[in-house]
């Protein structure tokens, strides 16, 4: 599970994003694609037509895991529909199928299987949730379908020898737990940290990061079970320990019950929300529908440390934020754009590199192949690179710390990259590409 991050510090991009693409009408570039040993398109494997590609997706649409992932796929399908109006991938155009899972791993698996041996989809992506992605990682693997950008920072997408189809996309939670780890150790120092996570990979991964910082400055560790919203007890706990900086490792609505418990017994410690449960326009909406009015805005969020690893809406001059709304714009769609769909336009942003670089009529190896080959040269909307190569299928590289307050943020690093285990913490060599001019990207092939 995600939220997508709210500022780009450092840069604002030059490119122009243009509403119409002179260089990207039609079928023969038909947005950068080629190759692929033809010069003309065929039904090349599953999913693949002459005219279209057919990709799956899984989101709890409905359910206690809706508001805000929710609006993720409306976000890829804005992006497709772009792609598609200005020429699509090598004549292509991208056909978008997501159904509702509810955030129910059953579930997961009954749609899964309707999307791959029914809908016949050329490829998963963008599938939501640790619990939920995992019952169906080992069917797509044992059917050859490639499993692209997990919407979720678990490590568990990066296992190419068991798992070769399937690939993370956002940085991992390990890498978000020690860039977090380190600036409190640098920044707080003297703070009595207590740790409160989720109860399962998501917070076991963002705990095992901080700790390698963090270790003698811990004083509790508290977790929760999603689904149970009584979170007295943990707190209380954390109150009870001493901890004056909470560290959370949770979900926007676990953020919302922290607030307000917190509220309720007095406790005030500096509180540092992983990039997952810190987008403050979904959490101000919990905190008024959970508190029933009493609070009705995010401001019991001011001065709580946070991540970002994409731009996001308080950076309204940047080039991929005027993409972005522009794109959504041009969808027709209801509602206003969020940071939730800017996550599911930079998501479908990358799916359209890969489908680039896999060629003009590609088989799903080669789509997997493009993503091991190319991947980790890609320039989008994420400040740092991609680590995917034969042996690695880990997404974006590092983020960077910063501070809401009031609807914008404040950056208090500059952009961090990392890897997993004791792989230094480095700042960002360069700065992250603005948009292609007309907002399309334009791979060349592998092959």
């Known amino acids: 599970m995600t939220s997508s991050s709210r500022r780009l510090v450092g840069f604002v991009a030059a490119a122009t994003v243009a509403t119409t693409l002179a260089a990207c009408g039609g079928g023969d570039s038909g947005g950068g694609g080629g190759g692929g040993g033809s010069e003309e398109n065929e039904a090349s494997d599953i999913g693949i037509t002459e ?3 057919k990709l799956g997706a899984h989101y709890p649409l409905t359910g206690v895991a809706a508001p805000g992932y929710s609006e993720i796929p409306t976000g890829v399908q804005a992006y497709f529909d772009y792609v598609n109006a200005n020429g699509g991938v090598n004549g292509r155009d991208i056909e978008f199928v997501y159904r509702d899972d509810a955030y129910n791993p059953t579930n997961t698996s009954q749609i899964v299987n309707q999307l791959v041996l029914e809908d ?22 044992s059917e050859n379908v490639p499993d692209l950008f997990v919407s979720s920072g678990s490590r568990l997408w990066d296992d190419v020898e068991e798992k070769p189809y399937t690939f993370g996309w956002q940085p991992d939670y390990e890498i978000e737990g020690k860039i977090i780890g380190q600036y409190v150790a640098e920044n707080f120092p003297d703070a009595k940290v207590g740790l409160f996570l989720q109860g399962d990979d998501f917070g076991e991964d963002g705990a095992a990061g901080a700790r390698q910082f963090l270790e003698d400055q811990i004083v509790a560790e508290e977790t ?79 001065g709580v440390l946070t991540t970002e690893y994409i731009p996001g ?71 740092t690179p991609f ?61």
């Open 313 to 383: 809406l308080d950076a309204p001059d940047n080039a991929w934020v005027q993409l972005w709304q522009q794109v959504w714009e041009e969808s027709g769609q209801e509602g206003e754009l969020t940071n939730y769909r800017i996550y599911g336009m930079s998501q479908a942003y990358t799916m359209v590199q890969a489908l680039q670089s896999a060629g003009q009529n590609p088989t799903r190896d080669d789509l997997v192949a493009a993503v091991e080959q190319a991947g980790s040269e890609w320039e989008g909307p994420g400040f």
């Open 51 to 53: 005219d279209t590609i």
């Open 224 to 302: 929760y079970v999603p689904g149970n919203t009584d979170v007295v007890p943990q707190i209380s706990a954390l109150q009870a320990a001493g901890a004056d900086f909470v560290l959370g490792f949770n979900v926007p609505s676990y953020t919302a019950l922290s607030q307000l418990t917190a509220l309720r017994l007095g406790y005030t410690p500096q509180w540092f929300y992983s990039n997952v449960g810190s987008d403050p326009a979904l959490v101000g909406s919990l905190l008024a529908r959970f508190s029933e009015g009493a609070v009705n805005d995010a401001s019991l969020l001011d």
């Open 120 to 141: 016949e989809v050329f490829a998963i992506m963008s599938g939501l949730g640790t619990p939920t992605h995992n019952a169906v990682t080992d069917f797509l693997n």
């Open 387 to 447: 680590r995917y190569s034969e042996d690695r299928h880990a997404g974006y590289s590092g983020m960077l710390v910063s501070r809401l307050q009031g609807e914008g943020s404040e950056d208090l690093t500059p952009i961090l990259t990392t890897d997993n285990g004791d792989a230094e913490i480095e700042e960002l060599d360069g700065e992250p590409a603005g948009p292609p001019e007309g907002g399309i990207p334009d791979e060349e092939p592998i092959n």
